[in-house]
């Protein structure tokens, strides 16, 4: 409300009116005599116009009329009616698998129309899962910037895509939000060898193709599959044979797999053929895997060796090698006991041989033909001398007492007889 003052004029020359600018959400409206209220005719938006100069001009009923203006400045006060509003009505997002966490995927942003506080926009996941995991254990969002990392590092083979929502809220009172979808798309990297199904690794089982007698060439024989987890060109596989028995008699489909002769099979071809399969993928790096084909050359089931023997010239060495090993340390164990055998025989075959325990060896080059020192033992005090006629092959012994001490009493002596070698 305000005044307007009239002038110094009289009767009609002193009757004033005012008015105001059109197209201004505003209006004039005299309260009492003088008095004017400006007052609204809509709502006003502060986000639209937030400041208003109002020309107010007052005008006498004079001839000519006379008039003089004042402008009034009028701002509008903000109130928190504007939620923020995301740029974009989705985001994608798209990252390589095998990633760093923390690594960049995305960046949302909001706007908010208000000022200040309410104006203000902080960033937020919203809960969920993703595979039965919590979302935040994969991605994150910082609150300010509205940039999404990512929490994990991703595998394509896992899942190749998921999607999360990320809330934008302001800080009025109360405050006012909007959600977003992130759409995550995980993107292969050949971290993935070719996987072969047939024919199985080795240790599992061992495949073994007939391979008919009168095949021709051209005839198809076997066939290599295998499988690759990842996707596009890093999946397109092929096969090469990078070894054979033979390299001339067979081939394999680049593409397919399918093993074929080259030529006719002839009387001179080995029975055992074996091949070593490579299988590569397309991938920058390339990974590839290999296996073995066994094939034999037989028309009757009968003919056919034990599928033990069919293996390479490597495992057969190594085999031998084996086999060459054992054999040499089971024959020197063996030489060595019979060397110990010998050895014992032999010193017991040079140790002198005693008539009476404790009876002292004196070489026979210093006594007389049949002749036997024995020393006194036991209750024996002095020493006797005997002649000794053994006889080869005898179980009895004579025995000639020649010398004996004269106080000595002997009640009765008893001679064990033995066997003795020829003196």
């Known amino acids: 409300m305000f005044q307007v003052?009239?002038?110094?004029?009289?009767?009609?020359?002193?009757?004033?009116?005012?008015?105001?600018?059109?197209?201004?959400?505003?209006?004039?409206?005299?309260?009492?005599?003088?008095?004017?209220?400006?007052?609204?005719?809509?709502?006003?938006?502060?986000?639209?116009?937030?400041?208003?100069?109002?020309?107010?001009?007052?005008?006498?009923?004079?001839?000519?009329?006379?008039?003089?203006?004042?402008?009034?400045?009028?701002?509008?006060?903000?109130?928190?009616?504007?939620?923020?509003?995301?740029?974009?009505?989705?985001?994608?997002?798209?990252?390589?698998?095998?990633?760093?966490?923390?690594?960049?995927?995305?960046?949302?942003?909001?706007?908010?129309?208000?000022?200040?506080?309410?104006?203000?926009?902080?960033?937020?996941?919203?809960?969920?899962?993703?595979?039965?995991?919590?979302?935040?254990?994969?991605?994150?969002?910082?609150?300010?910037?509205?940039?999404?990392?990512?929490?994990?590092?991703?595998?394509?083979?896992?899942?190749?895509?998921f999607k999360v929502h990320v809330m934008a809220r302001d800080n009025?009172?109360?405050?006012?939000?909007?959600?977003?979808?992130?759409?995550?798309?995980?993107?292969?990297?050949?971290?993935?060898?070719?996987?072969?199904?047939?024919?199985?690794?080795?240790?599992?089982?061992?495949?073994?193709?007939?391979?008919?007698?009168?095949?021709?060439?051209?005839?198809?024989?076997?066939?290599?599959?295998?499988?690759?987890?990842?996707?596009?060109?890093?999946?397109?596989?092929?096969?090469?044979?990078v070894k054979s028995t033979d390299p001339g008699l067979f081939t394999i489909g680049v593409h397919s797999g399918e093993i074929r002769t080259q030529?006719?099979?002839?009387?001179?071809?080995?029975?055992?053929?074996?091949?070593i399969v490579a299988v590569k993928d397309n991938g920058q790096p390339s990974l590839s895997a290999t296996c073995s084909m066994y094939l034999l050359i037989s028309d009757n089931l009968a003919e056919v060796p034990e599928l033990k023997d069919i293996s390479y010239d490597e495992k057969n060495s190594k085999l031998t090698s084996y086999l060459i090993i054992a054999l040499v340390c089971v024959s020197t164990f063996f030489l060595t006991f019979i060397i110990i055998i010998l050895g014992v025989r032999f010193c017991r075959r040079r140790k002198p041989r005693l008539l009476f325990d404790g009876a002292v060896a004196i070489p026979s080059a210093y006594l007389p033909p049949n002749y036997a020192d024995v020393d006194g033992t036991g209750t024996l005090r002095s020493t006797y001398n005997y002649d000794a006629y053994l006889t080869t092959g005898s179980r009895t012994s004579d025995f000639k007492f020649i010398d004996a001490h004269p106080d000595l009493q002997i009640g009765q002596i008893t001679f064990y007889p033995f066997s003795a070698p020829n003196l």
């Open 5 to 161: 003052k009239t002038t110094i004029d009289s009767e009609t020359n002193r009757q004033v009116r005012c008015s105001i600018p059109q197209g201004v959400p505003f209006k004039l409206v005299p309260s009492i005599k003088n008095y004017y209220s400006l007052v609204t005719t809509g709502q006003l938006d502060r986000e639209l116009v937030s400041d208003y100069n109002i020309t107010i001009t007052a005008t006498d009923e004079g001839s000519p009329p006379l008039s003089s203006s004042k402008t009034v400045q009028l701002s509008v006060a903000d109130i928190n009616d504007n939620p923020p509003v995301f740029e974009e009505q989705s985001y994608s997002a798209y990252v390589s698998e095998n990633n760093k966490p923390g690594s960049t995927l995305c960046s949302v942003t909001a706007r908010d129309p208000d000022w200040r506080q309410n104006g203000t926009v902080i960033y937020s996941v919203l809960p969920g899962e993703v595979n039965g995991a919590p979302v935040s254990s994969y991605v994150s969002v910082n609150g300010d910037t509205g940039v999404i990392h990512a929490v994990r590092s991703f595998d394509y083979e896992q899942f190749r895509s």
């Open 172 to 241: 009025g009172s109360p405050p006012l939000s909007s959600n977003v979808s992130v759409s995550v798309f995980i993107s292969d990297v050949n971290d993935n060898s070719p996987q072969i199904l047939y024919p199985a690794p080795e240790g599992k089982s061992l495949m073994t193709e007939l391979v008919p007698k009168a095949a021709h060439g051209g005839a198809l024989v076997s066939k290599v599959i295998a499988v690759d987890a990842d996707s596009g060109q890093n999946a397109w596989l092929s096969y090469h044979i």
């Open 263 to 275: 030529r006719d099979i002839s009387e001179s071809d080995s029975m055992k053929q074996n091949l």
